[in-house]
């Protein structure tokens, strides 16, 4: 007897939703400071970032509690008396984040830990070259062995961060554990003893300074006059003898001008509007950079349904490792004009890729101002999972290696990113759609019907990109089968598959037609498709209320109303 195939079961997919529009606001200008001014900023952020970093140590030391209980009012006293109480402040805010943001790091590693050891555990219950429903034994002994290896290694791994998980104290690097390593490998770093040390003690700068509404020009610690551009900071209690302006402050010989959202930032220190300041080294070039940054207004964004019901076109993309497929949809999800193709080529240094990244974004706004759409849906890609089990569910050898390097050379957060803030600010909507299944109904629905309208080549990843369109629009994927015809009118007509003819009751009967009356299609021939009465018509129709009169010339009835055979002509 044959072995019935178990049907595959399909994985509940989440509706789409729309992407929160950014929360703040950051830009950045630079301070062309002299030797003076680099000397007193090295101090200033030298004497606090020391007391910064103790103050760290010591809330880690105080571990996970609420917040009544962390003591951060006994810290700040206690940095008052070498700062001052605003710089204070902002130290104990940022060990505070700092440390609930190491907690949240904890928590990731180890549910990435444990979904590694689950399934090298897994593969490793299959003996060697075997299979047991879904999951395959790994092909030869040495392959398990190493294996073996790796689960002890991830074991050892997953008991360490427990453990600090459950002392409530994770391993912060103040300046970080990367740039730490470095300094035992400069050889391979390509970096010299005085190199490494720029680096270091830049990083460890601390020039931060919150804001505080109704303070002048939204900042007291670190202030920027919009008259001028001049920069004034307080200096800390032990450095104010180096004070060059009144009430122990220090006013750096260079001026700042924010080029970038300038208005915004103007509104706000007009309107003595809490902004946060931060002064940035920069080593490899040797330069300075003040950072301005606010919180924006919650904004109330229209959902997928919202825009759909408003006829509202939008622009799908389709992300990869190299490249951007898009594709124009309409509001029926009716694939609009021809697919684009950008090029998304992520090399060099982190900046370079960032720069080009952002220009991919800007070519994709623009295609969407272009064309009239409301929003641009994406998928809401993390590969998680494919990150911790990689080596595990995608392949080995070379070719799974070039997979697996492939798939985490993908920007997918920070697309994300760039992509809504750059987006908001031009007044368009960011859909995030589930990726389930998209590339492979893409490619088995839409592929063909696109390469038919389309004069360019078309893709399975532009077919991809109509299938995330459809779904952040609410449309099904798959087309209803029987839908399409082959006839060319018919499929220019139904396309997309959303027409569905509505069943007519048993009986019913439409306005008599003739062969000379005028079709809504303008097809004057008998067809099988035209609705048949029940009853014999008059010989003529020319006064029949509800019917479209005839056109002169001589009268005709159709054969099949009256029961006769159609003569051959």
Known sequence: MARQRRKRVLRAIAPPFTVAAPSGARIRDRLRVDVADEQVLTLVGQHLGRHQRADLAERVAVGLVPVKDNRRAERKKKLTAVSSSRWAGAMTRVSEDQYQLSMRCLYDERAGLRRAIGQIALRLAVPCGERKGKVRGYQTRGERFQKQRRLQALKARLAMVEQRIATERPSVVVGGRRLAKIRHNLADARLTDGEWRKRWDAVRLFLTADGESGAPHGNYTITVDPADGSVTIVLPEPLRHLANAPRGRYRLACAVSFHHRRAEWLDRVTAHQAVRYDIVRDPVRGRWYLDASWSATKAILPSPQEIRAAGGRMLAVDMNADH?????????????????????????????????????????????????????????LGFTDARHTGRETMGCGGRGKAFRRAVAGIPTAKFRERLRGMACHQGLVVVAVDPAYTSRWGAQHWRAPLDDQSTTTVTRHHAAAVAIGRRGLGQRIRRRPGVTASDPRIGQRRATGQTVSAPRSCGTTSSPRTTGTPHEGGKTCWSRSDQLVLSPAPRTVRGAPGVRPLPPGPERVDPADTGQQRQER
């Open 324 to 380: 951007l497929a898009a594709c124009v949809l309409d509001p029926h999800g009716n694939p609009v004009g021809d697919p684009v193709t950008l090029p998304l080529e992520l090399t060099g240094d982190v900046s370079r890729r960032d720069g080009k990244l952002r220009a991919a974004v800007t070519s994709l706004i623009k295609i969407a101002r272009l064309r009239g759409c409301a929003g641009i849906v994406v998928e809401n």
